[in-house]
């Protein structure tokens, strides 16, 4: 198993990584490592809390993982600095702002709100299981008019198309 140095690492994890976000088989082939170890390297990062995109090349595709470390990182930050990060890694400050948003409207859910999704969602089963009740009823109505159908069509095959006249 081969040793690779930090530098190398460092300036292959620069190639995966924003901006660039190349592909491990493009970088495996450019630099003759298996793409195994690219994957390690990448789950190195993503543990030590850098932003790593997943297999999605576009920043809105990260994961919500990655998407609150960069919110993280970028908490302190003042805006020329975040620009400079933003270039650095591929990403609009609009972004980044963008998930900050989410991250706070996230949080400032309250219990009012969990108790309102609740109840809604126990609306919607007392209304699924309404809905269930009546596609068995339909179900045995439509079972009984085609057994009556059969029923029918039988009694004409055995005595005809004939009606009963005892009037004649």
Known sequence: MPRYSEERKA???????PPQSRSVNSVADEDGISPQTLYHWLKQCREQGVAVPGHQKQADQWSAEDKLAIVIETAGLSEAELSAYCREKGLFTAQVKQWRTDCLQGFGRTADSERQVKQERKK?????????????????????????????KKLEALYGDEPDNEDD
């Open 11 to 17: 300036a292959t994890l620069k190639k995966l990584l």
């Open 124 to 152: 919607t089963t007392k209304e699924i299981k309404k809905l269930k009740a009546e596609v068995r009823r339909k179900d045995k109505a439509l079972a009984e008019t085609s057994a009556l159908l059969v029923l029918s």
